[in-house]
């Protein structure tokens, strides 16, 4: 069942509010917030049709995400997919709590935890979107951070796990996303092997009145910045 503008907006309201408690910062914001927003902003270029599932999915993707750190699990690859699982479940928690008080139906408030989750087929086209959203939302706002952290190698490294999940369109708005030239370089490289999916230069994919940071402005009907 299709929910009303107001239950809509009502809901991105919920998901945000709850985004600004995160204390961590991109550019002085709540990350979260940050991070919900770019959401919004790249699924909106992705697919501006996108279903209200997806839109709310997208925009609590990160809802929060600080407050199961990394740091709480041990070391290594069990570690981290112990703390990954124990996140999603986090979001989807998140999203039942926040969601059916702002008057969402109760069939789109599960298929947003599905999204948002990770459950079901991962090959279906809602879901990718998703996995783009979250991807381009990654080398938006944290792959700076990464290049600092890691060795050229590495980074490489992951930018190549990380671009195999991505849609062919995703991988071309990536270059979309603001980079400093080392970070751009970069991801060239780890995206060459991928030939015809190679991103071009940023500036091939801006749109008229794009929004911050080369991004169209998001549209009025799920964004609330």
């Known amino acids: 069942m ?66 199961s750190a990394r740091s709480s699990y041990p070391d290594g690859r069990a570690g981290y997919l112990r703390w990954r699982r124990d996140l999603k479940a986090v979001h989807a928690e998140t999203l039942g709590e926040l969601l059916p008080a ?61 671009l195999p999940k991505m849609s062919a369109a995703a991988i071309a708005l990536a270059g979309s996303a603001e980079l400093h030239p080392r970070g751009r370089e970069l991801l060239g490289r780890a995206a060459a092997p991928a030939g015809a999916r190679l991103w071009r230069p940023a500036q091939e994919h801006l749109l008229p009145g794009g929004g911050p940071r080369g991004l169209a402005r998001p549209s009025h009907r799920r964004s609330r910045q």
Not at 36 to 41: F, I, N, P, V
Not at 50 to 55: D, H, P, R, Y
Not at 127 to 143: I, K, M, P, R, S
């Open 2 to 67: 299709r929910s009303d503008r107001a239950s809509l907006d009502a809901a991105i309201e919920a998901i945000d509010h709850a985004n600004a408690a995160d204390p961590n910062l991109i550019g002085g914001r709540p990350r979260a917030l940050v991070q919900g927003e770019r959401a919004t902003q790249w699924l909106d270029r992705l697919d501006p049709q996108a279903s209200e599932a997806l839109v709310l999915a997208a925009r609590g993707h990160h809802v929060r995400r600080w407050t």
């Open 102 to 162: 702002c008057g969402i139906g109760a069939d789109v408030v599960e298929r947003a935890q599905q999204l948002v989750a990770k459950r079901g087929d991962q090959r279906a086209p809602e879901a990718q979107a998703f996995e783009d959203v979250v991807c381009l939302v990654f080398l938006d706002t944290q792959f700076e951070a990464l290049i600092d952290r890691l060795d050229e190698q590495k980074t490489i490294d992951v930018l190549r796990k990380t």
